[in-house]
T-cell receptor, first 110, second 114 residues
Framework: GQQVMQIPQYQHVQEGEDFTTYCNSS?????IQWYKQRPGGHPVFLIQ?????EVKKQKRLTFQFGEAKKNSSLHITATQTTDVGTYFC??????????FGTGTSLTVIP | NAGVMQNPRHLVRRRGQEARLRCSPM?????VYWYRQLPEEGLKFMVY????????ESGMPKERFSAEFPKEGPSILRIQQVVRGDSAAYFC????????????FGDGTRLSIL
């Protein structure tokens, strides 16, 4: 069955350092979505990537979709304490439901 | 526009009791999804419903678990004869009609089994 894996599972960074999480799918994806979940909170939609090789930016966050549409990355420049949380990627299956990745938990040390 | 509403926020049940979790999707959203999350783990898909129809329940255990999304009223996730292993956060998400729409999540129900 389809699997969406993320690495790393955990990441601790000093405030101001950069952070990257990688998402890999066992199958080609029509699109990929990214979500952020703060500790004790619920997942919040961040962005959707559709095109091969697509790059989108939201302030300090840069999202990429691989050329083969089987992987994606989220890069945060100069992390802040407000970036703390777990970042999930999600890819659709043929049944219109999304498989969520295993998530990367980000801790930012002030 | 109110977001996805889940209740209760916290639910405590004893082993063998029934748990009913409710989810009202955002206005205009016809797709509802239920997910289960254990502490420090990812979101595990359980079931995807549209009004009066279960579209995909491949992630839901065959026994004790059921879900519905009636024509009127909220979606219900029902767990019968709960066991300790059912303790988790259960999130509901909704999305508008159409494929590959972003999902909007509720605050979740934290279920604890004594």
């Amino acid at each position: 069955g389809q699997q969406v894996m993320q690495i790393p599972q955990y990441q601790h960074v000093q405030e101001g350092e950069d952070f990257t999480t990688y998402c890999n799918s066992s199958t080609t994806l029509s699109n990929i979505q990214w979500y952020k979940q703060r500790p004790g909170g619920h997942p919040v939609f961040l962005i959707q990537l559709v095109k091969s090789g697509e790059v989108k930016k939201q302030k300090r966050l840069t999202f990429q979709f691989g050329e083969a549409k089987k992987n994606s990355s989220l890069h945060i420049t100069a992390t802040q304490t407000t970036d703390v949380g777990t970042y999930f990627c999600a890819g659709p299956n043929t049944g219109n439901q999304f498989y969520f990745g295993t998530g990367t938990s980000l801790t930012v040390i002030p | 526009n109110a977001g996805v509403m889940q209740n209760p926020r916290h639910l405590v049940r004893r082993r063998g009791q029934e748990a009913r979790l409710r989810c009202s999707p955002m206005k205009g959203h016809s797709h509802v999804y239920w997910y289960r999350q254990l502490p420090e783990e990812g979101l595990k898909f359980m079931v995807y419903l549209q009004k009066e129809n279960i579209i995909d329940e491949s992630g839901m255990p065959k026994e004790r678990f059921s879900a519905e999304f009636p024509k009127e009223g909220p979606s219900i996730l029902r767990i019968q004869q709960v066991v300790r292993g059912d303790s988790a956060a259960y999130f509901c998400a909704s999305s508008p009609p159409g494929s590959n729409q972003p999902q909007h999540f509720g605050d979740g129900t934290r279920l604890s089994i004594l």
